[in-house]
């Protein structure tokens, strides 16, 4: 039993140790881009709103914003506004704001989306597996997806209206030169 | 001489003393020889001299803007207010482990002084363990680590300084939060010095027990109003009417105020019955190193945390530190486990020992899941280089179970006696808290709850209010039947006869305050973002808000754009001035929201957004939180509670007679 106790112990310390010293490595605030140059990865959820099946195969050729979101995430309450001046804008053309709910309940998602008064597809992403895939660290989180599938660039954090009307007005003059 | 020499000096001349004290205070204990004791503690009052020097020579520094040192430059400028520049001593790397070697030197000397007469062997190796825990911190602020002397080249020093950031110089809570916590964190050291000198001298008694139970009591007050305060600052001034994210560095402050919490009560259970002592041990051990391993978060820069610190040379310290604390602390354990057996068995389930057991469980299972959740980041890109956070969804499944167990279980466990309760004990015991316990559901639900955690938090928190109440009238009665005394008499004398244990209900009241304003703030805030022109209006639960007009408020520090609110509903008016507050060292403006606080709801706006050019239009969010001031008032009550459980009973001042040094020592 004592040997047991000390083997743990020693064990604990030393793999607590570790991590903490692999932790050095780098700076927590520079993360890592592994996805952008890649093609996006494909996915098919459902909808938040009304359970259709959401892919982004059903936006090929189109430009993809795609914004991973929690309800409990506040500042994705802070970009609102911004997304919603996007969608606004581009409501019906070749550009695409989709939205992806993960770590958060079907319920608060869509209390959340009402309550904002947001038109715009979400998907759920129940065991986040999507956002998991894309390399996603955090809520919120914006992806620009061109035309040609590729994912272009990458936003982390609360996202403003100047930084996603430059994402896209670069996006569409890649598609069209 | 400048404020640099002197504050320099001092620690300099410290870190020598605190390393004399080192050798002196294990010699004496080892040799038990009473001269170098005696010497030990001169040094011990020395050392904490120095390091006052040094943190008041800082603090000169920064009143009068000494620029040649680099972290008066970086926290400090000519317009930053006297009152923020004095306490920019902690906004800081450098000078926040300034103040904590400050404090640290405190509790050296106050062992040294105190300590040493009432138990002088295992004092004065306590005194040992202190010293060189003193001399770290002293090695920290004289090398590169956290040096806050560093000096400027002379023909570098800037005309004026950075000033502090902009987020540490909005709100007076900045005065409290940090202090409080720090002054939390130090004193678990105490306790901990304690128990490794009772684990190298083999004492297996429980008098270092009663020797810290001061200490551990006034670590966990401090940690737990600190957090309160530092809740209360985030929300203040932060701007989006939260308290708690489950940040880092928030999880780094709770984990050990969690084993502090379950210490405070197994030890009861080693007090009365003698049981749990390997446990008690392993919780003073485990709460040192938590506020540890909290620091090395907070300072190291591993972890992305919105409390973000750059990285010096204190990370790999502080890391080696950590790691030589949990190595003494759980190699002694495991040395001395045999001796430290309990002889006997907890016994009937329904006993105060079982649930002391069980809630300390809770307990623990609450720090590994908050533990978990904080350095799971680190372990997921250690193990397979995925970088993610783990969102607030994880603490909350996690902890608000564990959390309404414990709310139960804090019910319970007073109602029940020592050894177990029969059945007519039962029945006496828990009638009015279960009725009591019903009301609160059905309030719960009339007003308006929805879910099962809310609803199931008022019933148990008027089940634990009952308890309390119900502890109280039957102490009052006991006293005015045994002592003739008035109602008002008898229940003033609850407190100084048995501090202890009726502060420990107060602490009780204060914490369902707290469970009460968390549930209720969660889930009934009512939320309203308009753009109105001035003269426009909005409503909001009740409350009719009038944008009057926008204005700008230049002062030397800071420039804020201020929009001016009438607030009028349920009975009030008042008028609130939510800005956005631009400093010369910030591109980002930020948020500094106008709050009406009451005791029913709290009305928290927010200037979102402007219009720059013309101010012909203005943003303004909403939030009306109910019950969120209870949470501080709850925290005022929990450390208020502790007051009374700290103070020392009447008879226990007659009997404190200091026996002299040298047979002290010689008679151990």
């Known amino acids: ?177 | 001489m400048s404020w640099g020499d002197i504050g320099a000096g001092a620690l300099r001349a410290g870190l020598a003393l605190a390393l004399w004290g080192l050798g002196a205070a294990a010699y004496a204990g080892w040799k038990r020889d009473a001269r170098a004791l005696a010497s030990a503690r001169a040094v011990a009052i020395g050392a904490f001299l120095l390091v006052l020097v040094a943190d008041l020579a800082m603090v000169g520094a920064l009143l009068s803007h000494d620029f040649s040192l680099v972290y008066v430059a970086e926290n400090n400028a000519r317009a930053t207010p006297a009152f923020y520049s004095a306490i920019s001593l902690w906004a800081a790397l450098a000078g926040s482990i300034l103040l904590w070697t400050l404090i640290l030197a405190g509790a050296v000397a106050y062992v040294a002084i105190r300590g040493t007469r009432s138990l002088p062997r295992l004092a004065t190796i306590a005194l040992a363990v202190l010293f060189a825990m003193l001399s770290f911190f002293l090695v920290l602020v004289t090398t590169a680590a956290a040096d806050p002397f560093t000096r400027i080249a002379a023909d570098g020093i800037p005309g004026d300084g950075t000033g502090p950031n902009p987020l540490l110089q909005n709100h007076p809570l900045m005065a409290l939060h940090p202090p409080l916590l720090y002054l939390g964190y130090v004193l678990t050291s105490v306790p901990f010095a304690y128990a490794i000198a009772a684990l190298i001298l083999g004492e297996t008694n429980d008098r270092w027990l009663t020797e810290t139970r001061k200490a551990a009591l006034a670590s966990w007050a401090l940690l737990g109003v600190g957090i309160v305060a530092g809740a209360w600052w985030s929300y203040a001034v932060l701007g989006w009417g939260g308290y708690w994210a489950w940040d880092p560095v928030e999880n780094a402050a709770i984990m050990p105020w969690l084993t502090a919490t379950a210490y405070l009560h197994s030890v009861m259970v080693e007090e009365k019955r003698r049981l749990l002592r390997t446990w008690n041990i392993a919780l003073v051990i485990a709460t040192f190193a938590l506020t540890i391993l909290g620091t090395f978060l907070t300072r190291s820069g591993v972890v992305n945390s919105v409390h973000s610190f750059t990285q010096s040379a204190i990370g790999p310290l502080l890391l080696g530190y950590f790691v030589a604390i949990l190595v003494l602390g759980a190699g002694l354990l495991l040395y001395r486990i045999g001796d430290l057996a309990d002889r006997g068995s907890i016994g009937a389930p329904l006993s105060r020992e079982s649930i002391f057991l069980f809630q300390n469980v809770l307990f623990v299972a609450a720090t590994l899941t908050v533990l978990l959740g904080t350095l799971y980041p680190l372990i997921a890109e250690a193990l397979s280089g995925a970088q993610l956070s783990i969102g607030a969804p994880y603490f909350d499944r996690v902890e608000v179970p564990i959390g309404l167990a414990l709310l139960f279980l804090m019910g319970l466990g007073p109602q029940l006696p020592w050894h177990g309760a029969s059945r007519a004990t039962l029945e006496r015991q828990f009638t009015a808290p279960v009725i009591a316990a019903a009301g609160g559901a059905l309030v719960a639900i009339l007003a308006g709850m929805i879910g099962v955690a809310p609803v199931l938090t008022y019933a148990l928190a008027a089940f634990v209010m009952a308890t309390v109440a119900q502890e109280f009238a039957r102490g009052v009665r006991a006293r005015r039947t045994l002592h003739a005394e008035t109602g008002l008499a008898a229940f003033v004398a609850l407190f100084t006869r048995n501090g202890r244990r009726y502060g420990g209900y107060v602490v009780h009241l204060g914490i369902v305050m707290v469970v009460v304003a968390i549930a209720t703030s969660q889930s009934r805030t009512i939320e309203l973002e308009r753009t109105l022109a001035p003269g426009d209006a909005m409503d909001v639960a009740g409350y009719h808000v009038v944008l009057r007009g926008l204005r700008d408020v230049a002062e030397p520090q800071r420039a804020t754009t201020v929009a001016d609110l009438s607030i009028t509903g349920n009975g009030a008016t008042r008028e609130l001035r939510p800005g956005l507050v631009q400093y010369p060292n910030s591109q980002q403006a930020i948020g500094s929201p106008g709050i009406a606080a009451g005791s029913r709801d709290d009305v928290y706006t927010i200037l979102a957004a402007y219009d720059v050019t013309g101010k012909a239009w203005a943003t303004i969010r909403v939030r009306v939180i109910p019950l969120v001031s209870w949470l501080w008032a709850g925290g005022a009550v929990v450390g208020f509670g502790a007051l009374i459980a700290a103070w020392p009973p009447p008879r226990a001042k007659r009997v404190a007679v200091p026996a002299p040094v040298a047979d002290a020592v010689g008679a151990e």
């Open chain 1, 1 to 177: 039993m004592k040997r047991v106790a000390r083997y743990t112990a020693v064990a604990l310390i030393l793999g607590l140790a570790l991590v903490l010293t692999l932790a050095f490595r780098r700076d927590p605030h520079d993360i890592k881009t592994g996805t952008v140059g890649k093609p996006a990865p494909a996915f098919t959820l459902r909808s938040l709103t009304d359970g259709t099946s959401v892919s982004l195969d059903q936006y090929k050729g189109k430009i993809v914003v795609l914004n991973f979101w929690a309800s409990w995430c506040i500042p994705c309450k802070e970009e609102n506004p911004a997304l919603t001046n996007v969608w606004e804008r581009y409501r019906g053309t070749d550009v695409v704001l989709l939205g992806v709910v993960f770590q958060d309940s079907a319920d608060a998602a869509r209390t959340y989306t009402t309550r904002l008064g947001n038109t715009w597809t979400s998907a759920i992403d129940g065991d986040g597996q999507v956002a998991l895939r894309y390399g996603v660290f955090g809520p919120p989180e914006t992806y620009f997806i061109g035309a040609d599938g590729i994912i272009a660039g990458r936003h982390i954090g609360p996202i403003d209206e100047s930084t996603l009307l430059t994402g896209i007005d670069t996006l569409r003059k890649a598609a069209r030169p």
